[in-house]
């Protein structure tokens, strides 16, 4: 069965119909491949660096004249309340002193004071709006930077990961990690500087103009109020942390089942289930609905007990104010300083709170980004590992051993040696292990116990990208970038000339398919390459191969996809390609490894058999038997030539 058929009837089975309602609404798709989520320390931490980046003096600068605008911008906004006061009780006292028949010369003079000081006010008021978006603007190369970086390293990261990582993840739920952490990183960056540490700077100077313009009183209240809304804050978005993972869960859940099922549209149409799909997408909505209601719900009863405290305090201290005015102690001005310090010092407290809820949130959005990273690669270099060195390209298996689990082996001492410019074929029945020898010679594993040898070299003891340089695979399942037909070859090269290119193409019996397309190498192959055909596909393999021309050659199942005809074409570009360089053919057709120099048969993760196609026969054993059971199933010469008939391709989206 095809892996994507697998795909669309495993969920049937495994999991009731959403019609029958045995799934419960928040419900999480296991996910094998989420990383546990980071401590919202650690992630701080990990931050840190990309505030003062290394061997970045230009983004350094940036961040000490960001920080500079940032505390003048604060001394700036502190003093505009005294201002106030002073203009006020300026006013007051030159309008309360000039009696109805003072000369309008002397009117203007007594308020020119106050006048002058509404200059000041609006100036010092701009200047300090200014400065922020200074450093708004300073810091905006820093965070962008950061966020590149961190993106990059998230993604070569990925690349650097196990293939059991990746046969394991979801990807729409990956994805829409890595979507959200990047997105959170800027908020984490810009606001944990430029809103924690200025609201606490104005809240210190603000409590010592309140003591020293009234008495301790008046800080002690404005102290408790916001050790208050602090409190309250901390507690509630704590409780708010859970509500926003499980929506986060549910937002993967859904965009992982979108993703899957348009990856397998043609599956979905085969078996008549778009509503099946739709409604399990719905479901996965409605789970995120119900998430995404109780975060917005929460936070309505956040902002009202935060609103509550810090209006009682204002209350308070106006009423303290009222009374000392009515005595006779304070001045006009003196209340509309508080009132004016109060409602400024609330604008920054209230985006405290804002901002360590954001904070919070963006934590949760990029734990798991960060936790991706805290994934430790299965397979890697050994220290001090060289270059793998090339000369005769001898392979030698060694007693391997290998399990994908360690309670099922798949590979049991199997040892072999293919000898320079030779072609070794492996055959026999599903699960014996054939496809798990190419991808322990090319390191996607390392092996459980014996080694494998290049012309002497163990491969556990050499750099990874080396090895794999110098091995060529064309895989049994193709899967092509959404790219043009001329970039999936020159893959194999990027740096190859058009003529190389069409050379390869050539040798791979498709450079005449490719021009009788109306766009020719520039025709687009749509997702996974869905626009060709599956021998198209593996055409384009071989010649992108071919274009890589590697000293070893992996053939795994190379030509299954091919009918008969072009099979027997393609074998002979092969032959001609193989002929100089040390090759492994993992066969399904025997028909294509008759010219083998030597073939090994393996059952149960064991080599059975060993020899060359006639010797195997003669001997009338586990080979003879499989060639028996492929020469009785072979098709009918009218279906061979049905197989071999052209095909459009698709238009281009």
């Not at 203009?87 to 309008?95: H, N, V």
């Not at 190419?438 to 050499?462: C, H, N």
């Not at 091919?562 to 399904?588: C, P």
């Not at 490894?593 to 059975?608: F, K, P």
């Amino acid at each position: 069965m095809k892996p994507d058929a697998r795909r669309a009837i495993l969920p049937l089975v495994s999991r009731p119909h959403p019609r029958r309602a045995a799934e419960p609404p928040d419900a999480a798709l296991p996910a094998a491949d989420e990383p546990a989520p980071r401590p919202a320390l650690k992630v701080a931490r990990a931050l840190a660096p990309y505030l003062w980046p290394k061997g970045r003096p230009d983004l350094r600068w940036r961040v000490v004249i960001a920080l500079l605008a940032m505390v003048v911008a604060k001394l700036l906004t502190v003093w505009t309340p005294l201002l106030y006061k002073a203009l006020t009780d300026g006013f007051a006292q030159a309008l309360g002193g000039a009696g109805e028949e003072t000369g309008s010369a002397i009117a203007l003079a007594a308020v020119a004071v106050p006048l002058a000081l509404i200059g000041g006010y609006a100036i010092a008021r701009l200047s300090a709006a200014l400065l922020q978006q200074v450093r708004d603007g300073l810091f905006a190369a820093v965070s962008e930077e950061a966020q590149r970086a961190i993106a990059v390293r998230t993604f070569r990261h990925l690349h650097a990961l196990s293939l059991r990582f990746h046969l394991d993840r979801r990807t729409g739920g990956l994805a829409r990690a890595i979507e959200r952490g990047t997105r959170a990183i800027d908020f984490l960056l810009r606001f944990s500087l430029f809103s924690i540490l200025p609201t606490v700077i104005e809240l210190v100077l603000a409590c010592l103009i309140l003591w020293v313009t009234f008495d301790l009183r008046f800080p002690a209240v404005t102290l408790l109020a916001v050790a208050a809304y602090v409190g309250f804050t901390f507690l509630v978005t704590e409780w708010r942390v859970k509500i926003r993972r499980r929506m986060n869960e549910r937002d993967s859940e859904a965009n992982t089942r979108a993703i899957d099922s348009l990856l397998n549209f043609e599956t979905v149409k085969y078996f008549g289930n778009e509503r099946h799909e739709a409604d399990r997408f719905d479901h996965a909505m409605a789970g995120y609905q119900a998430a995404a209601l109780r975060t917005a719900t929460s936070l309505s009863w956040l902002n009202a007990g935060q609103a509550v405290i810090l209006h009682l305090c204002l209350v308070a201290l106006m009423l303290m104010v009222g009374f000392g005015l009515a005595a006779g102690d304070y001045t006009i001005g003196d209340l509309v300083l508080v009132n004016a310090l109060l409602i400024q010092l609330y604008v920054p407290l209230n985006a405290l709170g804002f901002v360590y809820r954001e904070i919070k949130q963006s934590l949760i959005d990029s734990e798991k980004l960060f936790g991706l990273l805290d994934i430790e690669p299965e397979v890697v270099d050994a220290p001090g590992a060289r270059p793998l060195s090339v000369s005769r390209a001898e392979i030698r298996f060694e007693e391997v051993g290998f399990a994908y689990d360690p309670r099922r082996p798949i590979l049991r001492e199997v040892s072999f040696t293919i000898p320079p410019g030779r072609t070794l074929a492996v055959v026999g029945p599903t699960g014996a292990g054939k496809s798990t020898l190419s991808r322990l010679l090319f390191r996607f594993y390392d092996v459980g116990s014996g080694r494998i040898r290049i012309d002497g070299q163990d491969i556990a003891q050499v750099t990874q990208d080396s090895l794999r340089s110098a091995i060529g695979v064309v895989p049994q399942d193709t899967v092509l970038f959404n790219d043009t037909i001329g970039y999936n070859i020159r893959y194999g090269r990027p740096d190859a000339s058009q003529a190389e290119v069409e050379a390869a193409a050539r040798l791979a019996q498709i450079h005449d398919f490719i021009l009788s397309l109306p766009d020719g190498y520039d025709t687009r192959v749509g997702e996974r390459g869905l626009k060709l055909s599956g021998g198209e596909k593996q055409r384009v393999a071989i010649a992108r191969t071919i274009l890589k021309d590697p000293p070893i050659l992996i053939l795994d199942e190379a030509t299954s996809a091919l009918d008969l005809h072009t099979e027997r074409d393609i074998q002979g570009a092969l032959r001609g390609v193989m002929r100089a360089r040390t090759t492994l053919v993992i066969a399904h057709r025997l028909s294509t490894i008759v010219d083998a120099d030597e073939i090994l048969v393996m059952e149960e993760g064991r080599v059975v058999e060993r020899g060359s196609h006639a010797g195997l026969l003669a001997r009338g054993g586990a080979y003879a038997a499989l060639w028996a059971r492929q020469a009785e199933g072979a098709p009918a010469a009218d279906d061979v030539a049905e197989e071999a008939a052209p095909k459009p391709l698709p238009a281009a989206d």
